[in-house]
């Protein structure tokens, strides 16, 4: 049985640093996408996410897997501007893609909101056709990732749909056609 996975949404970034042209998702399907949220200021991102990304841009090929990060800032904002970003990336070397997230009104940044982030670090991985396989909080063991990320590339597009490398259950149906995993509850699509 296949399981249900949303297409991601599109990312809303206000500046772009190590890309001579904005990313889009769409530009980027064929593709397994990772995307690494982080905050320059979140030890555990700068200990552990932003390195995990770099290696990941180093494993897998450039064909196959495009790794990006996200720069999503919800606190100290007057210290995490895009000229100290620039800084930092340089300092510590970083050549992947990174997005900064686009401010929101209500404090969580647009992009951050919309992949309902609960924090930082944080990653997200997209299978070829730009649907969400995975978002996790919090630190992710080098393993795990690389095997979720070679599940991805592995797949063919035209087969159908398998369980998130990482998710030990496997989602059933209810009764009604309806469904609830740890995914979410899922409703029938000829409800909508």
């Given at each position: 049985m ?5 297409e ?9 640093l ?6 889009t998702?769409a530009?980027?399907r064929?593709?397994v996408?990772?995307l690494h949220?982080?905050?320059?200021l ?10 995990q ?10 064909r ?11 606190e ?10 620039e ?14 997230d ?20 944080s ?9 969400i396989?995975?978002?996790h909080?919090g ?7 690389g095997a ?29 056609g ?15």
């Amino acid at each position: 049985m296949s399981k249900y996975y949303p297409e991601a949404p599109e990312l809303q970034i206000g500046q772009w640093l190590n890309t001579d042209a904005p990313l889009t998702l769409a530009s980027l399907r064929g593709r397994v996408v990772v995307l690494h949220a982080f905050q320059m200021l979140c030890p555990a991102c700068v200990s552990h996410g932003l390195p995990q990304a770099s290696k990941a841009r180093q494993v897998f090929a450039a064909r196959d897997v495009a790794v990006i990060g996200l720069h999503t800032v919800f606190e100290h904002h007057d210290v995490m501007t895009p000229a100290a970003l620039e800084a930092f990336v340089h300092e510590y070397r970083y050549t992947f893609p990174i997005g900064i997230d686009k401010p929101s009104r209500g404090g969580i940044p647009v992009t951050m909101g919309e992949y309902q982030l609960q924090g930082t670090p944080s990653i997200v991985l997209l299978d070829k056709q730009g649907r969400i396989r995975l978002s996790h909080f919090g630190v992710l063991e080098d393993m795990a990732l690389g095997a979720a990320i070679g599940q991805l590339v592995a797949e063919e597009v035209a087969i159908p749909l398998i369980a998130d490398p990482l998710d030990e259950t496997a989602a059933s149906p209810s009764a009604g056609g309806d469904r609830c995993d740890e995914g979410g509850c899922h409703v029938r699509s000829d409800r909508k």
